[in-house]
């Protein structure tokens, strides 16, 4: 079977978490939006399958994944979905709960990041916004990145089996996603990320691991991974990173 | 076994999604802040749950369960677990999938209705980010509840199964907690939700219909239903209910 991938084709955005669980499973998978309108795919494909009145279970909105006859819509959802079936979750339900949760905390993270560009309104420009932004980046810079970073290198800390991974002793998507928070972070955030991350150092450790993987390293370094941009999620206006 | 819930005493919040389907299910929880201290409960029990040293699995945040061994976090993840348990989710697969999908679908709703009060920082007060929340709000009543409400909308009328349930025939979690999202819109928005009930009959109708069931009705009308108020999620300043 091969996986469909609805997401917008120009952004790393939301996508960008369920690429890396495809990419690092090897996993069948064609990236709709991003093929050729010409071949019937690009973005005319993906706003269809938006706006396919015939779809018993429309997404409220991309990503969303088809896989055989099922949609599955919500990031950490398409995740969980994907985890078992490529090795990237724990077998047990004790440990597919946890890596869920620390999914869903990764995913609030990603949303709090995206409001402080956008703290009034998704479909005004942030230009027309920006007074709010600064000090809602204000707010996200000194009060809840140290908050999340700190759960998260706590989590590793305690983490009972010593393989440096969020959950258990192997690599899960959560692992994947808190590499593209890291870097996220990192670009849209450079200044605070710099004073941060000394105190984060498992944390840190676990994003470089990501990005040594060999499946990972050869999708960065390809044409598929695209660049952060001021049209994402994670967006660099120096004016916000205080 | 007996359930513990450990969320803030004297709020609906996030919590209160857990309660109704413990409450629909019948099942044995203890909702420990709101036990007397004296008996080593209350907000001192959940202050030393939050921050158990000892824990590996911490929440980043209530609500979390206690559920025998399991220490779970995030409320539609809680959700997720609950519902086969208790007969509030699909068994099969896809269902399952489906039901979280609304969850997180619900749960993304509920944090922009947060933020129509916080748009800057949950650590100011609303009084200290007033402008931008009228400007927040103007945006949610016009666009976001319009859009959401409609996507559920849809859904109802999309169903296969004519129960008049969000996934498939039977009663869910993802329905209750649409009541919840209903009762939530009313108390802070009366007059947009005024305006935009009757375009939604099935919503509305369904709405009704988990109010009248029997265990949630018993519920409702307990102390143990909190009463929404101006420290909660759903809160209700006439000055952003345009």
Partial sequence: ????????????????FVRLSLEEAAADYVDVARQP???????????????????????????????????IGQTANILQFLGPRHGLAPRAEAGRLWTHQLQLTIADLVAEAHDTHHPIASNLYYEEQKAAARQRAADFTRHRMPKYLGYFEQILERNPRRGGYLAGGRLSYADLSLFQMVEGLRYAFPRAMARLESGHPRLIALHDRIAARPRIAAYLSSSRRLPFSEEGIFRHYPELDT
Same sequence: chains 1, 2.
């Fill in 1 to 16: 079977m091969i996986y469909e991938l609805y997401y917008w084709p120009t952004i790393q955005g939301r996508g960008e």
């Fill in 37 to 71: 309108a010409r071949q019937g795919m690009g973005t005319p494909a993906l706003l269809r399958a938006l706006e396919d009145g015939a779809l018993a279970q429309p997404a409220f909105a991309p990503p969303f994944l088809k896989a055989g006859k099922l949609v």
